[in-house]
C-alpha cells in the first residue's frame, strides 16, 4: 500500500530567521575576534540577544570584548554597551 503525496500545505518547516546579533569590540570600536563557542552569534529576537550577553558577559569580557552594538540585520539598534561597571 502506497500514501498518497502531501498536499502543498504540509511543507517542512524552514528554519527561524535568526537576525539579532551582537558586533562585539574593543575599547577603540573595534570587532574582536573571540572563542569559537562564542563567536557568530545570531537570535530570533531582540530578548533572546539580550539574554545571551546577560549571561555570557563575563566570557566575553575575559575574551577581550569591551563593549556590544546590537543589530537587527544591518540596522544598529543600540550600543556600543560597555561590559564593565
Known amino acids: 500500500m502506497t500514501l498518497p503525496d502531501q498536499p502543498p500545505t504540509f511543507r517542512p518547516a524552514t528554519p527561524e530567521p535568526q537576525p539579532w546579533r551582537w558586533r562585539l569590540e574593543d575599547s577603540t570600536g ?3 575576534s573571540v572563542p569559537d563557542d ?5 537570535f530570533p529576537s531582540q530578548a533572546d540577544a539580550e539574554s545571551w550577553v546577560g549571561e555570557f558577559w563575563p566570557e ?6 569591551d563593549a556590544v552594538t ?3 540585520d544591518d540596522r544598529e539598534v543600540y550600543g556600543p554597551m560597555s561590559l564593565h561597571a
Open 30 to 32: 573595534a570587532e574582536v
Open 38 to 42: 562564542l563567536a557568530g552569534q545570531t
Open 60 to 65: 566575553l569580557a575575559e575574551a577581550g570584548v
Open 70 to 72: 546590537l543589530f537587527e
